[in-house]
């Protein structure tokens, strides 16, 4: 019978596990969330909205993010798990004794990315009040393969002061995690800004593809939008007020957002109406109009 608990192996697997895949599943989550509002905010101060508006929840916003940043992040774990077979592969010829073409390629790693990352810095110094997209992203991804080259060079180099290195990966690991993190947030926050103002100038370009809209209610809205046009109905003690040339832009947080119909971010109104017992709104295909 063995002295060590039968459970110990496992339980050490899943802390294993856990350390490899909690913080990247961590960062992404928090990415879609901070895409999420970072896109709707940009797309709501566009069209003269706070994003505050919309009542939307964490939940929303990730929803939001994922047909934006679904297939970036697929091709960000395909690059990671070949990244992960390159590793394993060069770490088989490292403990094969073969390291002198190792070393070669590890310092050729750590140029590449220490270069990279500071040509990169040198676009964001020299041109402070414009934004270019993507050069966080690709500051990140010379600040890891800086990293790895790094890692590849210590790993083929190792001798007596192994545990003095050990000290200093441990602390290294944060301090990089941190600023590809900090990086890739600064990435996020461009991106989603310009893709939410792009979002909204798109509305005038298909607004007329919005679902129609018709308002009914017992009260006068007063309704002020260009091509908006209200008819009266019912009896005077029962009146019925109707408002056509209304577009569908979405429904949130109890409030029903409207744009009027030829909405442009110049002249557009966005309609915001509580979602009342009292009014009745009917939607359409805007085909059938």
């Known amino acids: ?8 192996p496992r339980w050490k697997r899943a802390v294993d596990m856990l350390a490899v895949i909690g913080p990247p599943l961590t960062i992404s989550t928090a990415l879609l969330v901070y895409f999420g509002w970072a896109r709707t905010d940009a797309q709501a101060k566009a069209m003269g909205l706070d994003v505050s508006l919309f009542g939307y929840t964490v939940q929303d916003f990730v929803l939001r993010s994922i047909p934006s940043l679904f297939i970036p992040l697929v091709w960000v774990l395909i690059l990671a798990v070949l990244w992960l077979a390159v590793d394993r592969f060069l770490a088989g010829h490292i403990t094969a004794g073969r390291v002198a073409g190792i070393r070669r390629l590890a310092a050729v790693i750590l140029f590449a990315g220490v270069a990279c990352a500071a040509a990169m810095w040198l676009v964001v110094i020299l041109q402070p009040e414009r934004t270019v997209l993507f050069v966080p992203y690709i500051m990140a991804a010379g600040v890891l393969l800086a990293a790895w080259g790094l890692s590849l060079w210590r790993r ?21 995690f941190c600023l590809v993190s900090l990086l890739l947030f600064w990435g996020t926050s461009d991106y989603a ?4 103002r792009g979002l909204a100038v798109s509305y005038e370009q298909r607004s007329m593809l919005l679902p129609t809209a018709v308002v009914y209610s017992k009260d006068r809205l007063g309704i002020s939008a260009p091509n908006v046009r209200e008819q009266s109905s019912g009896t005077a003690d029962h009146p019925v007020y109707q408002y056509t040339g209304l577009r569908l832009l979405v429904v949130s947080g109890g409030r029903i957002f409207l744009l009027n119909e030829g909405w442009t971010l110049r002249s557009g109104k966005v309609v915001v109406l509580r979602d009342d017992p009292g009014m009745r709104v009917e939607y359409g295909n805007p085909e059938s109009k």
Do not use: C, F
């Open 1 to 8: 019978m063995s002295g060590e608990p039968e459970g110990d």
């Open 156 to 176: 083929s180099t190792e001798g007596p002061g192994r545990s003095i290195a050990a000290l200093s990966r441990g602390s290294e690991k944060p301090l990089i």
């Open 193 to 196: 800004q310009a893709l939410g």
